[in-house]
T-cell receptor
């Protein structure tokens, strides 16, 4: 199993350009997440998905769009890149696990290797 | 939403000493608290986690303690080694929102000097 993979690993964009970051997982996980990591800020949630065809906003969604057309893929799009979007982007996934009374029994997230994006 | 505070932001210890990193959280409904280690240029790696129904958990030289009443949890690393040098992040799950996404602290840069 490859686990969680991200494409590309590095990218430099000019302000106003667009691009799509691809996250893929081969673990049949239901949940997928996009985080960004900036120096001194920890990781912050951009968007997330609880299943194929569903997406929702996280803490810092402005300037990003996402799609989850296939269960194994979660795409993050930047329509018009800005220097403030210079960051390292991490994708993560987790499985849905239900125990008694519908309580989730597994919260562990598996992270991809990251995409380093620079917007000039 | 959940707010996670982490201290200290930097920590330097001598090899063999212990290191302690502390985190507080704001949402009393949070019930899962993982710790991640991140080496330079790498992805965060889960090193230990604890659920809200447990007060302490150990894994060799690493332990985590949780005080639900005070809403704080701590990472303890004993007999530190140079390879423990990395950035450590605490996190808490928001069980009611964001699809069980993680809310991270801002990280602690640990340096273990030989």
């Amino acid at each position: 199993n490859a686990g969680v993979t991200q494409t590309p690993k590095f990218r430099v964009l000019k302000t106003g350009q667009s691009m799509t970051l691809l996250c893929a997982q081969d673990m049949n996980h239901e949940y997928m997440y996009w985080y960004r990591q900036d120096p001194g800020m920890g990781l912050r949630l951009i968007h997330y998905s609880v299943g194929e065809g569903t997406t929702a906003k996280g803490e810092v969604p402005d300037g990003y769009n996402v799609s989850r057309l296939k269960k194994q893929n979660f795409l993050l799009g930047l329509e018009s890149a800005a220097p403030s979007q210079t960051s390292v982007y991490f994708c993560a996934s987790r499985r849905r696990s239900r125990g008694l009374a519908g309580v989730s029994t597994s919260y562990e997230q598996y992270f991809g290797p990251g995409t380093r994006l620079t917007v000039t | 939403g959940e707010n996670v505070e982490q201290h200290p932001s930097t920590l330097s210890v001598q090899e063999g000493d212990s290191a302690v990193i502390k985190c507080t959280y704001s949402d009393s409904a949070s019930n899962y608290f993982p710790w991640y280690k991140q080496e330079l240029g790498k992805r965060p790696q889960l090193i230990i986690d604890i659920r809200s129904n447990v007060g302490e958990k150990k894994d060799q030289r690493i332990a985590v303690t949780l005080n639900k009443t005070a809403k704080h949890f701590s990472l303890h690393i004993t007999e530190t080694q140079p390879e423990d040098s990395a950035v450590y992040f605490c996190a808490a799950i928001d069980p009611l929102n964001s699809g069980y996404a993680l809310n991270f602290g801002k990280g602690t840069s640990l340096l273990v000097t030989p």
